[in-house]
């Protein structure tokens, strides 16, 4: 086969899908699940007024649990691999659609250089292998964004592209509520070129028609997340290191997500420069994309309305990938085509490397590191536990950890609180959203009563709990995990 067939057929693409999806399927069940993904399980096994209940709560609408449930098979298959299948083919489509739009818009070449990118981003390759609605989001980004592009033709009038607009921000808002960064400004676009449009009038109307039932969840759960002051601040490089290189949550900062922020931050220059001069309609969509969810965060929510997120929220704002990605390749694409032939290949192929080098450098770190050091904890604890003796977890994750790797122990206490200078506690279930603290069951003389106590513990909270559980008692071996500590507490009296 000719190679210039190969690039401009079906090989290519069929290749280019196989790697995405290959990528995001290797090593998907190496990690132990996470309490945000066992929470996503524990939800998905809900009946659908229970899903729909915790929409109330959280900020992901109920489709992403519902297709959980379906790909799990109603629960029956729940292996890390099943669970994170969804975010991982997701994932994968996500990397395919954007290397075409990014060829479409920027050309081969360009497009070849962001595929590099996307296969080998930390960011992209965690959530597509985490159990939540962020990459069903970011594909649905892709997917609009990929529709609204004819639609900035003000002479096209297809039903069938406003039909698929719509159906794509559908699936985006109810698949995460953070899709509306995306649909606002989309909408805003369009009728700024359509507002006289009989069409878009009615592709506007049905879709404000069929989220008005997503209203009666936003107001609940959004008020007490954006005032939650006691954690650190979000801020927008932390966002854009996020978006561009990796998250700091999870990866801290190491020396590939500098030359992953450096260099897309040269090729978005390179954009900016591309779009004053062409003054393209796609390219000012793309800019308004990026700008306006940052600046109506940063500075209208944060600056004037108080607004607070911690910095652990800004995968809120993964929906913003498929612009950024987009823009920063039509300034990579203008600078190829603008460069003699040599430079603008060596630009190309040093791009590619460094974006390889530091990607790669990210994914191994992401391998290395343990994701759930709460299940590891519960995982060693439960080879060496015995039978009467009693668990006690200090921590939401850790309990959550116990509900997924020890589910039938029969002496687990977790949710402690302190009632008129006494602690109780209450056994391990599974709590939804405003009865996550129930009413507590056991004083702290009923757990001591056990002759060996197994407690799981966190750094950060309930610091005089381990010595109340261990006074007149035998400490016999400590373990750490993470910010997780497991105990093992002997002859008390």
């Known amino acids: 086969m000719r190679f210039s067939r190969f690039q401009s057929g079906w090989p290519l693409s069929a290749a280019v899908l196989l790697a995405a999806l290959f990528s995001r399927l290797y090593r998907l069940g190496w990690?132990?699940?996470w309490v945000d993904e066992i929470y996503s399980l524990n939800v998905s096994r809900m009946g659908i007024a229970g899903i729909l209940e915790n929409s109330l709560y959280e900020p992901v609408s109920p489709l992403f649990y519902f297709l959980l449930k379906t790909a799990t098979w109603f629960g029956r298959f729940t292996s890390e691999g099943f669970v994170r299948l969804i975010p991982a083919l997701a994932g994968g489509l996500a990397i395919w659609l954007l290397f075409h739009l990014a060829r479409r818009t920027a050309g081969l070449p360009a497009a070849l250089a962001g595929l590099v990118f996307l296969l080998l981003s930390p960011t992209v390759m965690f959530y597509s292998q985490e159990t939540r609605a962020y990459m069903l989001a970011v594909l649905a980004a892709a997917l609009s964004t990929a529709w609204i592009r004819p639609l900035l033709d003000p002479k096209n009038d297809s039903r069938l592209t406003w039909a698929v607009w719509g159906l794509a921000g559908l699936f985006g808002i109810y698949a995460h509520y953070s899709y509306f960064f995306v649909l606002g400004v989309q909408a805003a676009f369009l009728?700024?070129?359509?507002?006289?449009?009989?069409?878009?009038i009615i592709a506007l109307a049905i879709l404000a028609l069929l989220c008005l039932p997503l209203l009666g969840w936003l107001g609940p759960q959004f008020a007490g997340r954006l005032d939650d002051t006691h954690l650190q601040a979000l801020t927008l490089p932390w966002v854009l290191q996020t978006l561009v290189a990796a998250d700091p949550a999870?990866?801290?900062?190491?020396?590939?997500?500098?030359?992953?922020a450096w260099t897309f931050g040269g090729a978005a220059l390179l954009g900016l420069v591309l779009q004053m001069q062409k003054r393209d309609r796609f390219g000012f969509y793309l800019l308004a994309q990026i700008l306006f969810p940052l600046i109506g965060f940063f500075v209208i929510g944060t600056g004037f309305l108080g607004l607070h997120l911690p910095n652990f929220q800004s995968r809120q704002f993964l929906v913003l990938l498929p612009a950024i990605f987009l823009w920063a390749l039509l300034g990579l694409g203008w600078a190829f085509r603008r460069l003699p032939a040599p430079a603008g290949a060596g630009l190309l192929l040093t791009v590619s490397l460094a974006w390889g080098a530091a990607g790669w450098n990210g994914l191994e770190q992401y391998w290395r590191q343990d994701k759930s050091p709460e299940g590891r904890a519960v995982v060693n604890m439960r080879q060496q536990i015995d039978s009467g003796d009693a668990v006690v977890s200090l921590h939401h994750?850790?309990?959550y950890a116990l509900g997924r790797y020890?589910?039938?122990?029969?002496?687990?206490?977790a949710f402690p609180q302190q009632i008129e200078g006494t602690w109780y506690f209450d056994e391990n279930r599974f709590f939804l959203g405003a009865n996550f603290f129930p009413d507590p069951l056991f004083p702290l003389e009923d757990v001591?009563?056990?002759?060996?106590?197994?407690?799981?513990?966190?750094?950060?909270g309930f610091a005089d709990l381990p010595d109340l559980l261990a006074d007149g008692c035998r400490t016999e071996s400590q373990a750490a995990a993470g910010p997780f500590a497991l105990t093992l507490i002997v002859d008390c009296p």
């Open 397 to 399: 994750s850790t309990s």
């Open 406 to 413: 020890l589910p039938d122990w029969p002496a687990v206490f």
């Open 191 to 200: 009728f700024w070129l359509h507002r006289f449009r009989r069409s878009f």
């Open 448 to 460: 001591k009563a056990h002759p060996r106590i197994w407690l799981l513990s966190h750094r950060s």
């Open 31 to 33: 990690h132990l699940l």
């Open 250 to 260: 999870r990866y801290g900062r190491f020396w590939g997500t500098s030359v992953m």
